[in-house]
């Protein structure tokens, strides 16, 4: 088979469709290869001092570990000097990156999860890096928080790294999701998957079931129903998983469907769940759309919503498009 690179795949985008311009084609070239060397620090484990916690927190109010602070920061300093961006953001920082006065501005905004499944760094679990490009606003001038707050479809790239027994990059410049394996003794990317495609129904979903209680009635019948198996409405069995690592839930389910969920409880009525919209849920929604699922909040798609604050929660409900509709449908009910 002929091997075909991460970086050849985008120049081919780039010459034929027209799909992207070469600013963005350098841009997701770089952010691919900090991923690479997240995947590097995450291999050596307890060999490269970067388990446990950095005796810090984030702006949510969660320790950090020492991964999510050194993840972070091979991102900042891979995408700074290039010259494709007008600005950063992520989940482990309070508000925007500007990019600083020596190197020239972009036209570009890159928003990321650069750790996401945190939970999961120090057992050996899969875990990963999410990240979402929105274009700049004409005229925008000095780059500032409101500039980020676009709805998902605004976005001109979406893609996670999963770093697991293989670390993969999977990538949707809106036409369609490829996903690239990286080489580790040749250090490139290369396209393993071209055109994933979601199957519409499924046997299998993903919640965290420990939080069961706090449920709104909507989800409790849904999973009720599917629980019953084979003698219930559903009139099938089916299967569990939960990885508690979004890029590795979201992978399996690009890879055999299944359905995904995060919901709001009524733990706490002011919050909406607890991933974050724009480098976690909107990232996820445009790789599902573009593999023929789908991705709402419970009533809409998540890639409308227009978000009114960088760190915003939303519930999350994506996958199999047809399983998606029903869990969404029983919220109108
Ligand atoms: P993180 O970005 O701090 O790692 O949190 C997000 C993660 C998701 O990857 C995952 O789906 C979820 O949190 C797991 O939550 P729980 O601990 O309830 O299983
Ligand atoms: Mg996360």
Not at 52 to 57: K, N, Q, V
Not at 235 to 251: G, L, P, T
Not at 262 to 276: E, F, I, T, V
Request: hydrophobic residues 40%.
């Amino acid at each position: 088979m002929k091997r075909v690179s991460l970086t050849q795949h985008l120049v081919e985008q780039q010459r034929h469709n027209n799909a992207i311009t070469a600013e963005l084609r350098l841009l997701i070239e770089v952010v691919a290869r900090a991923c690479k060397t997240i995947s590097h620090s995450v291999g050596k484990g307890a060999l490269g001092d970067i388990l446990g916690s950095a005796d810090t927190e984030n702006i949510q109010g969660e320790v950090q570990k020492k991964l999510d602070v050194i993840s972070n920061e091979i991102l900042l300093e891979a995408n700074e000097w290039g010259g494709h961006l007008a600005a950063m953001a992520s989940e482990e920082m309070e508000t925007i990156h500007p990019i600083p006065n020596r190197y020239p501005m972009g036209e570009y905004l890159l928003m990321f999860d650069p750790l996401d499944g945190s939970s999961n760094i120090d057992v050996n679990v899969s875990i990963g890096t999410i990240f979402s490009v929105l274009k700049a606003p004409e005229g925008m001038g000095a780059p500032n928080e409101q500039a980020f707050l676009q709805p998902g479809t605004q976005q001109v790239a979406a893609g996670y790294a999963v770093y697991g027994p293989q670390t993969m990059l999977v990538l949707t410049t809106g036409k369609g999701v490829n996903c690239f394996t990286l080489d580790r003794e040749m250090g490139s990317w290369v396209l393993t998957q071209r055109d994933m495609r979601i199957p519409e129904d499924t046997k299998e979903f993903a919640i965290n079931m420990s939080n069961k209680r706090h449920w709104h009635a909507p989800v409790q019948r849904y999973v009720d129903e599917m629980l019953a198996g084979k003698t219930g409405p559903r009139e099938k069995d089916f299967n569990m998983r939960w990885i508690a690592s979004m890029v590795a839930d979201v992978h399996r389910i690009l890879n055999r469907g299944g359905v995904f969920m995060y919901p709001a409880d009524m733990r706490d009525p002011s919050s909406p769940g607890k991933l974050r919209l724009m480098y976690e849920a909107n990232p996820m929604a445009m790789i599902v759309e573009q593999a023929g699922g789908a991705a709402t909040d419970g009533h809409k798609r998540i890639l409308e919503i227009v978000p009114h604050k960088l760190h915003q929660r939303v519930p999350v409900f994506l996958g199999s498009k047809n399983e998606v509709e029903r869990v969404t449908a029983y919220h109108q009910a």
